[in-house]
């Protein structure tokens, strides 16, 4: 065990966060995809437990050697990475992988998985976003430069996710805001973009709805949620979450309960499988874990030495946390539903381990905080 502690390096409470989160996901997703193993894997219930084992064994390895990488490359990478993710993101939308009304997958020749292009599309905006912020302070006083090369390719990138998925290009938003705020981008500026966004996306729902196609869904969401009819679909998925946290009571059960499983239960409603299983004190301990996780990814930001690698630990952790955040809400029901996964903890493939990465980088990150405090020390 000392052997192991010695050999990861960085920031040891993200590790043990990290891993906290991986080891729970392992009887939640068991007991949260047993009637689906039954139905569809031939009664082998163990089939979905044993390939999220492995998406978890090859994440924690993901991040082992992310985090032994020099940070610093990731900001030449980003260059390339955007150049990679604005034509995979148009591709995703003209011959894209439909599932559950969506075209959000992008299918990888010959191994067969797939992966939501918009995950990769994050990762290279937050990337490309501390890199120029880091390089640009010079411009921050200048709109016509800061909407070049700051906000252009953000309003790209959600201009294209938002037609098939609201939540996700929120959430990218929002981050995107954050690294902005933190980066000095004057509140005047992002505020005058967010009022224009508004506005624009207000007329062209309007003028064009079939330019959002899946504008029925959203509508249907927010109004299930404002809504206390039990028969609308969205009050229907958030009512058996609920029932699923009672179920759980304080301490949580194994043993099943008084209502079905919300649809979703290894995914978007994750959370409440959770409570269902480890009671409110679980679903208190996962939330301070989230907590501890951003609290300690901004320590590691607040100490690093650069611009570009302070705003690419706040970008990822944040990115992080309002996932997690977002799938506790809907659960609980103070969000409509969103189909934001737990990170690390719901079920997933090519999702987690872009988790995995991102997790890496802000270890990469820390790992050189720890090593120069180190070095200062024995100076």
């Not at 940070?71 to 559950?100: D, E, R």
């Not at 493939?349 to 024995?378: H, M, P, Y």
Request: charged share 15%.
């Amino acid at each position: 065990m000392k052997w192991v502690y010695d050999k990861i390096q960085g920031d040891k409470f993200i590790w043990v966060i990290t891993i906290f989160l991986a080891l729970i996901s392992l009887p939640l997703i068991y007991v949260a995809t047993d009637e689906l193993a039954m139905s569809f894997k031939g009664n082998n219930t163990s089939f979905f437990v044993i390939k999220h084992f492995f998406i978890l064994l090859t994440s924690l390895v993901l991040i082992y050697y992310v985090h032994l990488f020099n940070h610093a490359y990731f900001s030449k990478l980003s260059l390339y990475l955007m150049y990679i993710a604005v034509p995979l993101l148009v591709f995703t939308m003209v011959s894209g992988v439909n599932a559950n009304s969506a075209t959000r997958w992008v299918q990888i020749p010959i191994v067969g998985l797939s992966f939501q292009t918009s995950d990769f599309a994050k990762l290279a905006l937050i990337l490309y976003l501390a890199r120029v912020l880091s390089k640009k302070q010079a411009i921050l006083d200048d709109f016509k430069q800061v909407m070049l090369y700051i906000f252009a390719p953000v309003l790209i990138v959600c201009a294209l996710t938002v037609k098939e998925d609201f939540s996700t290009t929120a959430l990218i938003f929002g981050t995107c805001m954050i690294i902005m705020f933190f980066g000095n981008v004057k509140v005047s500026h992002m505020g005058m973009v967010i009022g224009g966004i508004v506005l624009l996306f207000l007329l062209v729902s309007k003028i064009a709805p079939d330019l959002f196609p899946r504008m029925d869904t959203w509508v249907s969401r927010l109004s299930s949620f404002s809504d206390v009819a039990e028969d609308q679909e969205g009050n229907y998925q958030s009512n058996l979450s609920k029932a699923a946290i009672v179920d759980g009571g304080m301490f949580g059960t194994f043993n099943g309960g008084k209502y079905p499983a919300p649809p979703q239960a290894a995914s978007d409603f994750m959370f409440s499988t959770l409570i269902r299983n480890f009671g409110l004190v679980g679903g208190f301990v996962t939330l301070l874990m989230y907590l501890l996780f951003l609290f300690r990814s901004i320590k590691v930001a607040v100490k690093a030495p650069k611009l570009f690698s302070s705003l690419l630990v706040i970008g990822l952790a944040f990115s992080i946390s309002f996932q997690a955040f977002s799938n506790m809400a809907v659960a609980v029901g103070l969000f409509p539903v969103t189909g934001q996964a737990l990170p690390m903890i719901s079920m997933g493939g090519t999702s987690i381990w872009f988790t995995a990465l991102s997790i890496g980088i802000i270890l990469s990150v820390s790992r050189d905080v720890v090593n120069k405090e180190k070095k200062a020390a024995e100076a």
